[in-house]
């Protein structure tokens, strides 16, 4: 299966720090790919990377055949790729609707609507919030109005940095659980950067393990639950 994301040989960093060092990762259409590792191991900064909001040092990214290396954000946005930050993923002060109709400012209007259902149709809970304030809202329920503004644009690819930061363990689950059913019910391809690894790992497809900004482990998320000694030593599980 072709990789939609490819990325080779990929240095990057901030400023003239560099983070990742010589990083090769594929991210197959419609499979769930976990990178996870130590704290500082470099795993946003992949996210980052592939956004267009680090230093790109070296190496290339290509998506969907196109070489996207230092392309500017908005660009990537535009070409199908969605990015979900751990924080300011949501506009606190203001309702959900107006977060939805923000997320579709570069959608023609006669489409806005019904990109909204769209959207809503896959988070039908939200409906009853569309007038209250996302900063009144849980912590999952503001996650899935991120989830929401992502679907307006109808994204190829979701990326997820550690969407169950702050939430309680039954909240986390019901987080991880409605980023699967993304790509199950939509075909979304899906990469996710998640700390509470058993639980990225029981939905993924493949896996990542970076330490140190390099790549340790590539192969099946399964593969790696089998890996004890890696589990021990860098992710503090067995």
Known sequence: ????????????????????????????????????????????????????????????????????????????????????????????????????????????????????????????????YMDRKVGRLSGGERQMVAMAMALIRKPKVMMFDEPSANLAPKLAAKVIDEISRLREELGITIIIVEQIVKLALSIADKAYLLVSGSVRFSGSAQDLLNRPDLGKLYLGVV
């Open 1 to 128: 299966m072709a990789g939609v994301i490819r990325v080779e040989n990929l240095d990057a960093g901030y400023g003239k720090l560099q983070v990742l060092f010589n990083v090769d990762a594929v991210f197959e259409e419609n499979l769930i790919t976990a990178i996870v590792g130590p704290n500082g191991s470099g795993k946003s900064t992949l996210l980052k990377s592939i956004m267009g909001i680090t230093n790109i040092f070296g190496g290339r990214i290509i998506f969907d055949g196109k070489d996207i290396t230092k392309k500017p954000p908005h660009y990537i946005s535009n070409q199908g790729i969605a990015y979900l930050p751990q924080v300011g993923n949501v506009f606190s002060t203001l309702s959900v609707y107006e977060n939805l109709r923000l997320a579709a400012y570069s959608i023609p209007n006669d489409e806005v609507e019904d990109r909204i259902d769209y959207a809503l149709e896959f988070f039908p809970v939200l409906r009853q």
